[in-house]
């Protein structure tokens, strides 16, 4: 456990980095642009655009990072104050503060965000503009004069001393070992903060001083993935064969790394080809004096070129350092795929890349086996998740509502992946989730959603299956009936489970307190916290339309004392893997006896104007009667 919490930490902490530093990308791009054209030795000299240069760098690309930090953290006062903030770094130094602005902007975030919840509720009527003006500004200044006198020149000594490291590197031949730890960090969960959150920053400061960095290549170079993605298109065996050429095409000249992340899993060997491949490259980009003068965003050979300063040797070093490593990396991959049994199995090996990178992945769905066509004659189909407890549950009624409403005798239930019956002609899971269920059942027709209250794949699939009248599954259709209109369900939601105007700063936070609640109104065992914990890791509890419904694993089922639910209100909202959830159910389901509740809640929880509601509710009454009256 704790070394899954370090792994959790370290993803939220990279992920966070390069959050701040994304957005931005095309402000970095522009100022590579400007770099390249105009600067002495670029492709047109003029000395009154390269003026541009350094004000860019030095105030422009800061700022902007320290204004998405602080909105990361509280919206946009925090990034006001989380750029107010940074200028103070800025000020205080004579290099580009990146790493600078990677402090402050968070922390002026954080600052104006504790302030603004000791004074929620305190401010008399009228005065409310003006306290947020003056705390904003105060806060800002206050914070600008500590980072220019005491942050600012930490900073300044830790950059330096960073560049220094760099060049020893580089003088001693010893950079090309970066990428012992810069390859397999890459494909298991660090990708773009190895870049953008630490590379970039010490890079665009040599480009200051040198006109190009090396930097920028370690982490883009596409040479090790091309090479690997090539071997399997020689070597490989099934789907990852077939499927490796438009891989290469998507990697190599669309920059999506992630694209053979999976094709690694699947034989972890081939990160020593990865990182064989990545040191070739960093060789000959050293030994030839490669570099770029802009940051190369997304990793792709036409961003690279883009960004190569205009002169002949640096196009042959970087060309040079890029055909290199993927001849490396294709060599040693595919001596690595030649000898020993393959696994050839993309849908799992996708699955583990999402789990190590503690997020979804953009591509892995590129991976995912489908029957194309919805089968004849649908009796069954069957919503499922990791316990069968909620996200299903809700999902279910919700389909249910609409095959009523479209007079389609077809037969919807809910369950456990574990407990997906083998006659089940269509699935419906989360996207993470669709791989197990296709082992679990591979002849059933899946249908994987990102959303389980809003989905467009529902009404698409009750279009099609207007077109064929099926008979219901009379057993079926009693065992739900006999679920939903059980007697045992009265007085699950409870006012004082009812929790307003709560805020959290982390998701963990908001689930251990819906656990808390579970746990003191007797519904579950202590140790049902940590199973929610672990839910919500395997895959998002987020529902869609700001909902969220933390519950538990399969295994913590056993951890159930009686069926229950506590309803947490946020209005400023709290992060979900990227989603803002603004209302959260926390759920304890045991024999079925929560399910109609949760029907409601998730017809209600369907359209946006009772979220709306819900979240503007002034007391637990209000919200409950919104939830009651659908």
Not at 231 to 240: D, I
Not at 417 to 436: K, M
Not at 617 to 630: D, G, P, R
Request: net charge negative; aromatic share 6%.
């Amino acid at each position: 456990m704790a070394q899954s919490n370090i792994k959790v930490a370290v993803q939220k902490f990279g992920n966070f980095l390069s959050s701040m530093v994304m957005p931005n990308i095309g402000a970095f791009i522009a100022w590579g642009l400007i770099t390249a054209l105009f600067i002495p030795t670029g492709f047109f000299p003029n000395e009154s655009l390269a003026k541009l240069v350094d004000p860019m760098v030095k105030y422009l690309l800061p700022l902007l990072i320290g204004y998405t930090g602080g909105k990361l953290v509280h919206d946009q006062r925090g990034g006001v104050v989380g750029a107010i903030a940074t200028m103070g770094v800025i000020v205080g130094s004579d290099i580009p503060m990146f790493l600078g602005a990677m402090i402050m902007g968070p922390l002026g975030g954080y600052i104006i965000k504790k302030f603004d919840q000791f004074i929620e509720g305190k401010v008399k009527t009228g005065f409310e503009m003006l306290i947020n003006n003056f705390s904003a500004g105060i806060l800002g200044g206050i914070l600008a004069i500590l980072a220019f006198l005491g942050v600012s020149p930490a900073v300044d000594g830790f950059t330096g001393a960073l560049v220094v490291g760099v060049d020893w590197m580089v003088a001693h031949g010893l950079l090309p070992l970066t990428s012992i730890l810069i390859e397999p960090a890459k494909i298991l969960f660090l990708n773009n903060a190895i870049n953008h959150g630490i590379l970039s920053p010490i890079g665009a400061e040599q480009i200051r001083t040198n006109g190009q960095s090396i930097l920028l290549l370690l982490e883009t170079n596409p040479g090790p993935g091309l090479g690997i993605l090539l071997a399997y298109c020689f070597f490989g065996k099934g789907t990852a064969k077939q499927s490796a050429p438009g891989a290469a095409i998507i990697h190599f000249i669309g920059g999506i790394h992630e694209i053979y992340f999976p094709y690694v899993l699947m034989r972890p060997l081939l990160i020593i080809a990865a990182i064989l491949g990545g040191m070739s490259g960093v060789f000959t980009f050293v030994l030839l004096g490669g570099g770029l003068q802009a940051v190369a965003s997304p990793g792709s050979i036409l961003a690279i070129l883009a960004a190569t300063p205009g002169n002949a040797g640096s196009y042959v070093a970087n060309i040079s350092g890029v055909l290199v490593a993927a001849i490396v990396s294709f060599i040693v991959g595919s001596l690595i795929l030649k000898t020993g049994k393959q696994t050839e199995d993309l849908d799992e090996a996708a699955r583990k890349m999402q789990e190590m990178k503690g997020k979804k992945s953009s591509v892995a769905g590129s991976f995912t086996k489908q029957q194309e066509e919805v089968p004849a004659s649908v009796q069954k189909i069957v919503f499922a998740c990791d316990a069968g407890m909620g996200s299903s549950a809700m999902g279910a009624s919700l389909l249910r509502k609409k095959v009523k409403q479209a007079d389609l005798n077809i037969s919807v239930t809910n369950t456990a992946i574990s407990n997906i019956p083998h006659d089940a002609q269509i699935v419906i899971t989360q996207e993470e989730l669709t791989p197990r269920a296709q082992n679990k059942v591979p002849d059933a027709y899946h249908i994987s959603v990102d959303n389980f209250l809003s989905s467009p794949e529902y009404d698409k699939l009750i279009d099609q299956l207007k077109n064929d009248h099926t008979t219901s599954n009379a057993e079926e259709e009693k065992k739900v009936a006999a679920e939903n209109n059980t007697d045992s369900n009265d007085g699950l939601l409870k006012e004082e489970n009812v929790f307003l105007n709560q805020h959290f700063s982390s998701k963990e936070e908001a689930i251990r307190f819906a656990g808390s609640v579970l746990v003191k109104g007797g519904y579950v065992e202590e140790n049902y916290v940590e199973a929610m914990i672990e839910r919500d890791n395997m895959t998002s509890t987020y529902m869609g339309n700001d909902v969220a419904i933390p519950h538990g694993t399969e295994e913590a089922k056993k951890n159930v004392l009686r069926s229950g639910f506590t309803v947490i209100q946020v209005p400023e909202g709290v992060d979900f893997d990227g989603e803002k959830v603004r209302l959260i159910f926390g759920i304890a389901g045991k024999d079925g006896t929560h399910l109609e509740i949760l029907s409601g809640i998730a017809i209600t929880c369907s359209d946006m104007d009772n979220i709306e509601k819900m979240v503007h509710a002034k007391s637990a009454k209000e919200l409950m009667a919104i939830i009651q009256s659908n």
